[in-house]
């Protein structure tokens, strides 16, 4: 939920639970669909196909999303969403051993969008950063643009 009330949902089930399923609630109760582009640079297929795994508002009037490419196995991003607009913020490009491993070993800067381990599926703004955990034994915290 955004600070002036606007609520996005999610759907539940896998089979509803792409970003084209998302619905936007206005502080009035109106019920919309996402807007989203047709593409983003940076993310494989659709922007639509990705299946959403958490959402976060930016603090202003947008959102942050956690998104997979389940359908191709080759996506996992966090994308920001405002005004019909998407912006990859991170992406993962984990090898096949960091995928199955539950630690990750980064301790210098790395690019955000190759970060070399699978992602953590929750995620929060707050204070110009993002931070991901949940489901590794790791955190991802990386700072963000609000608005």
Known sequence: MAPDGTTYLRGTRSSSATLAAVRVVSPQGKASALTLPTSIPGVNGRPADLTTTWLASDGADGFYVHAVQLSTGNGDYVLHLHDGTATLVLSAKPTVSDAKSETCEVHDPVDATSF????????????????????????????AKQG
Request: glycine share 8%; proline share 11%.
């Open 116 to 143: 070399p381990c699978v992602l953590p599926r929750a995620l929060t703004y707050h204070a110009g950063q993002l931070t991901l955990a949940g489901e590794k034994s790791y955190v991802v915290r990386l700072p």
